[in-house]
Nanobody, 116 residues
């Protein structure tokens, strides 16, 4: 099994930046694609960004040009650099493999709040 711990969230003003980290441990050799998901109050959870082991990335349209996902395979860590943050980015952010399955465990995540 894989353990994932998100960190780096916080309160930031519109236009600000945050860098999220996802530290993985366990049998990470089975993970080919890692993603950052978010869930805002009253909204469905959505996949924001993903990255393959080879470094290929994908983003939801709403964050293109503002967010950058990266990974360090040697450190078993995935990052999400978030710039030009908007109030609409307010959500709990989670990391997990892509795609998720019924048995996927959702941990605490890390809260990102963008507010003036």
């Amino acid at each position: 099994q894989v353990q994932l711990v998100e960190s780096g969230g916080g309160l930031v003003q519109p236009g600000g930046s945050l860098r999220l980290s996802c530290a993985a441990s366990g049998s990470t050799f089975t993970i080919l694609i890692m993603g950052w998901y978010r869930q805002a109050p009253g909204k469905q959870r959505e996949l924001v960004a993903s990255i393959s082991r080879s470094g290929s990335t994908n983003y939801v349209d709403s964050v293109k040009g503002r967010f950058t996902i990266s990974r360090d395979n040697a450190k078993n860590t995935v990052y999400l650099q978030m710039n030009s943050l908007k109030p609409e980015d307010t959500a709990v952010y989670y990391c997990n493999p892509v795609p998720v399955v019924a048995r996927t465990y959702w941990g605490q995540g890390t809260q990102v709040t963008v507010s003036s």
